[in-house]
């Protein structure tokens, strides 16, 4: 498939444990967040995404946190499985912008 | 996929050679966009559409051009590849209803430039 990086940063985690990835955004005026995951050979798929007028969000098995005053996300999964293995990124927005600005990734492995 | 697929899904080219990347879209969404991501940049936006035939440049547009002639049809052309165009190309589709602004990728194309 794909590689969609040679160099990024890389969480290692054993299956069952839970996982942080973050990510630190650039524009204090970006009001949307998303969060994508890429397996190999594949095209980004959407994961969760939040508002600027929430501080978290859940999903199943997921939860990202957003931390405003320091320009800082973060996706939690839960119970982390070998298919969670994974590039992670985030992406965000702001009123009036058409397209999301995407951070760089972090590669997520998954030991059994 | 959400109904978005992209042809070719692998070219090799040589340098100075036209090519054409088609994507192609069954869910009627409004704005379609082209990335290309390669080692090290995540995705980055090189051209996209908020309409029939209206189209806006991303941040890497140099080298590229699109047309987008119906709704489900967006294509990104490289007039004369070089190797630095070497990359993975996405093509995306989003229907930014409200202020949802989700957008959802297609497989994508692996493009080498010889």
């Known amino acids: 498939g794909e590689s969609v990086g040679l160099h990024l940063p890389t969480l290692s985690v054993q299956e069952g444990d839970n996982s942080i990835i973050n990510c630190a955004y650039s524009?204090?005026?970006?009001?949307?967040f998303i969060w994508y995951k890429q397996e190999s050979g594949k095209g980004p798929q959407f994961i969760i995404d939040?508002?600027?007028?929430?501080d978290k969000r859940q999903g199943q098995r997921v939860t990202v946190l957003l931390n405003k005053t320091v320009k800082h996300l973060s996706l939690q999964i839960a119970a982390t499985q070998p298919g969670d293995s994974a590039v992670y990124f985030c992406?965000?927005?702001?009123?009036?912008?058409?397209?999301?600005?995407f951070g760089s990734g972090t590669r997520l492995q998954v030991q059994p | 996929d959400a109904g978005i697929t992209q042809s070719p899904r692998h070219k090799v080219t040589e340098t100075g050679t036209p090519v054409t990347l088609r994507c192609h879209q069954t869910?009627?969404?409004?704005?379609m966009y082209w990335y290309r991501q390669d080692p090290g940049h995540g995705l980055r936006l090189i051209h996209y559409?908020?309409?029939?035939?209206?189209?806006d440049k991303g941040e890497v547009s140099d080298g590229y051009s699109v047309s987008r002639s119906k709704t489900e049809d967006f294509l990104l052309t490289l007039e004369s590849a070089t190797s630095s165009q070497t990359s993975v190309y996405f093509c995306?589709?989003?229907?930014?209803?409200?202020?949802?602004?989700?957008?959802?990728f297609g497989p994508g194309t692996r493009l080498t430039v010889t």
């Open positions: 995306a589709i989003s229907d930014l209803a409200g202020e949802i602004y989700e957008q959802y």
């Open positions: 524009n204090s005026a970006s009001d949307y």
């Open positions: 939040i508002r600027s007028n929430m």
């Open positions: 992406a965000e927005n702001w009123a009036g912008r058409r397209a999301l600005t």
């Open positions: 869910e009627n969404h409004r704005y």
């Open positions: 559409s908020y309409g029939v035939k209206d189209t």
